[in-house]
């Protein structure tokens, strides 16, 4: 069972930025950990993923403004967020995936942009 946390959200005005967290309970079976955001009357959708190995990867319309990062010392996933734009406004789930097939989701923090 792995238990997920996020914290960071809030509101911010366009062109702002900030950082969510999201500490994880910890497993070493976990197999890639990431952000998602559900905007609403939207789909949830993927925004940054990082994998095992490190590797990463970034929905179109965050590239160059949203860096995904890890502390595995302190089995924290960042999501650090800039030059965010009304429309990045949503609920951001972290989410982790174990054995490549169990998925874990958090709660969710708000983000909310204003122009």
């Known amino acids: 069972q792995v238990q997920l946390v996020e914290s960071g959200g809030g509101l911010v005005q366009a062109g702002g930025s900030l950082r969510l967290s999201c500490v994880h309970s910890?497993?070493?079976?976990?197999?890639?950990m990431g952000w998602y955001r559900q905007a609403p009357g939207k789909q949830r959708e993927l925004v940054a993923r990082?994998?095992?190995?490190?590797?990463?990867n970034y929905a179109d319309s965050v590239k160059g403004r949203f860096t995904i990062s890890r502390d595995n010392a302190k089995n924290t996933v960042y999501l650090q967020m800039n030059s965010l734009k009304p429309e990045d406004t949503a609920v951001y789930y972290c989410?982790?995936?174990?054995?490549?097939?169990?998925?874990?989701w958090g709660k969710g923090t708000l983000v909310t942009v204003s122009s």
């Open positions: 989410h982790a995936v174990m054995y490549g097939t169990i998925n874990y």
């Open positions: 910890g497993s070493i079976s976990i197999n890639a």
């Open positions: 990082i994998i095992s190995g490190g590797s990463t």
